[in-house]
Nanobody, 123 residues
Framework: QVRLVESGGGLVQAGGSLRLSCALS????????MGWFRQAPGKEREFVAAISWSGGSTYYEDSVKGRFTISRDNAKNTVHLQMNSLKPEDTAVYYCAADPRLRTVEDIRPAYWGQGTQVTVSS
């Protein structure tokens, strides 16, 4: 059974940085396209970033381009989201996601989700 566990959320001032991590167990990590999504209060869950199984391809939602970086370590079964220049509008619960199908990063369709980690950016 695939399990995703996020860590690294917290409270930060606008302009600050946070690094989220997600560990996958119960599956062959290198076969998954991995992604991050977020859900702000009163809003639907939205895509943030995705990375291919090899790490060679990445894809970002427009509002985070140039500020967020997704990366993965297949030897450690982990994916990271480095978030810089954070804005209050980045406040949300961030979810790690895994897609076991062979798809492009732009077409990620998660089959597995983490429990989420809260990111709060104060102004």
């Amino acid at each position: 059974q695939v399990r995703l566990v996020e860590s690294g959320g917290g409270l930060v001032q606008a302009g600050g940085s946070l690094r989220l991590s997600c560990a996958l167990s119960g599956g062959t990590f290198s076969r998954f396209t991995m992604g991050w999504f977020r859900q702000a209060p009163g809003k639907e869950r939205e895509f943030v970033a995705a990375i291919s199984w090899s790490g060679g391809s990445t894809y970002y939602e427009d509002s985070v381009k140039g500020r967020f970086t997704i990366s993965r370590d297949n030897a450690k079964n982990t994916v990271h989201l480095q978030m810089n220049s954070l804005k209050p509008e980045d406040t949300a619960v961030y979810y790690c996601a895994a897609d076991p199908r062979l798809r492009t990063v732009e077409d990620i369709r998660p089959a597995y989700w983490g429990q989420g980690t809260q990111v709060t950016v104060s102004s």
